[in-house]
């Protein structure tokens, strides 16, 4: 195939390839065209795709910077991310980061069934909902939690190996790039939870229930209904 390559090239001087390559492909005897169509041999063939896609990508890459990170050839760079993604060192945070995206994905329906089957009491900040929390939170901790994003915080936490797994894999890709997406990354999960106000909220109605007077339960609604403007700021937002 190499030798065909080079003839066929040498019949075009003018043509200068920056680099030179071959790869398997895909052959689909269902979607041959005439004349090829009407060739029984070829109809007979089964169907294959034999197409290395690791192998194309790192050709790609290495053709846009192989040179310049001292490489010789796009197999060395197809080695060298092999390799990488293999290094047994690493090997902790990809389980790692694995087993919280499975997580995560299984948080997702039960969050769907919670706020379906339970909604919660409104995020206004106004007194009346932030008593309705209150009450909540009083007759059952554990669904107020979750109305208020308890498994959200969760999957925020379960974010950083993801994250820190994704740079690891693909930085050699583009390390700027990953650089940069990791760092926007761990700065929406500390945005997250310097907005979020669960816990807070959880303190407010224990001290809320245990209040003696009529003020001391304004003074805990008013500082409710601070920690759900917050929770619905700017902030939760662009977290």
Known sequence: MREQLDKELAQFPWLTPVAREIFGGRFDPANLRLPYNLLPALKRMPASDIRDWAAIRAWASWNRRGHMAGLSSPVEEYQALDSEIRDPRWSLL?????????????????????????????????????????????????????????????????????????????????????????????????????????????????????????AQRSLYLAAGQAMIALYTGTAFQVS
Do not use: C, H
């Open 94 to 214: 990809y389980k790692l980061a694995g087993t919280a995206a499975l997580i995560t994905v299984a948080f997702i329906p039960l969050q769907i069934v919670v706020f379906i089957g339970w909604p919660p009491p409104g995020y206004e900040p106004t007194p009346a909902v932030v008593a309705g929390w209150f009450t909540l939170f009083r007759n059952n901790r554990l669904l107020a939690l979750v109305d208020l994003n308890l498994f959200l915080i969760l999957d925020t936490l379960l974010a950083v190996p993801i994250l820190l797994a994704l740079f690891v894999a693909l930085r050699r890709v583009s390390e700027s790039i990953m650089a940069l997406a990791t760092v926007l990354g761990l700065v929406g999960v500390a945005a997250f939870f310097a907005s979020n106000t669960t816990f807070s909220m959880l303190s407010l109605s224990n001290q809320y229930a245990a209040a003696a007077t009529d």
